[in-house]
């Protein structure tokens, strides 16, 4: 089937969605690109996967650049779709502030899942802050309604103000590995408030052991400095290049899951992604009219003797009139 065009509408969508829940991939792949385009033909992919949405348990994993992050999905989602889930990965890449473009480059670190059977689909940030597209959110109820469980985000990395993954996400984990740097700039980046669980990569080098050490030190701090946290969270030991820790952090992936389950934690976490979504699509909504009407004829111009707040504040009264 190929993509459906503008005109074709919501009928074509609703062939493509039920032909993914049959386990069609490439009509999965093909909503997926809808989704990534934008527009209206995103909207009615939104509309008709909504009713199938919420079975899929949504893992973010975040860290680093060279950490280990896609070694480790390539090693996690391996061993699950080997042991009978049907995992799929969203791969978040960033892109470049001046042509737009995006390696995408996963699918080569990722050799292994896909030849497991893991579904791997690769998108661009596409400059969004936060390291997250604007559609990864889409792409990610795409994937939970073709019935693929757990959809593990892997995103660009962590930072000041990367940390989206939070509202993406049930279970983040985020990684780290030796010679991370130091536990207080860490601590700035975010680290504890997105952490549910934490792998500290490339153990079997040295200073693993003291990547460790770090890690518990923040995570004892944090309750000195009065952070509220679900749960401590766990610390997980692995070499993903060779497999070691990986079990482990599935059995750890696992117990969160069930944890979440046992109370209202797991519906509000839920409940905090839908409001993040609705608020990023406002937002977007919001820009593209301001763009409109910053490039609008009729629009007074800007004056030199106002202050950009000034104009700012007088555009808003205008767009929200």
Known sequence: ??????????????????ASRSGDRRATARLLSLVERGGALADEVASATQAHV?????????????????TITNSLT?????????????AVDPSSPLTGGAIL???????GASDAGVFIRSMATRGHAGGLALAAS??????????FDPVVIETVGVGQVEVDVTDAADTTIVVVAPGWGDAVQANKAGLLEVADLFVVNKADRPGATDARRDLELMLDLSTVTGRAGFERPSIT??????????????????????????????DRRREKRRIAEVRAHLE???????????ASEGLQPVRASESPMMVARRLAGQLLD
């Open 284 to 294: 977007h909504l919001l820009v593209g009219a301001a763009d409109e009407m910053l």
């Open 78 to 90: 391996t061993l699950l779709s080997e042991a009978g889930q049907q995992p799929a990965v969203l």
């Open 1 to 18: 089937m190929e993509s459906p065009e503008p005109e074709a509408g919501l009928s074509a969508v609703v062939e493509l969605a039920e």
């Open 54 to 70: 919420g079975g899929a348990h949504v893992v973010g994993i975040t860290g680093a650049p060279g950490s280990g992050k896609s």
């Open 105 to 111: 480059g996963d699918r080569v670190r990722m050799n």
């Open 237 to 266: 030991m692995t070499t993903a290049t060779e497999g070691d820790g990986i079990g482990e952090l599935a059995t750890a992936v696992a117990g969160h899951l069930d944890l979440l389950s046992q109370g209202v934690e797991l």
């Open 138 to 147: 889409g792409a990610v109820r795409v994937l939970d309604a073709a019935g």
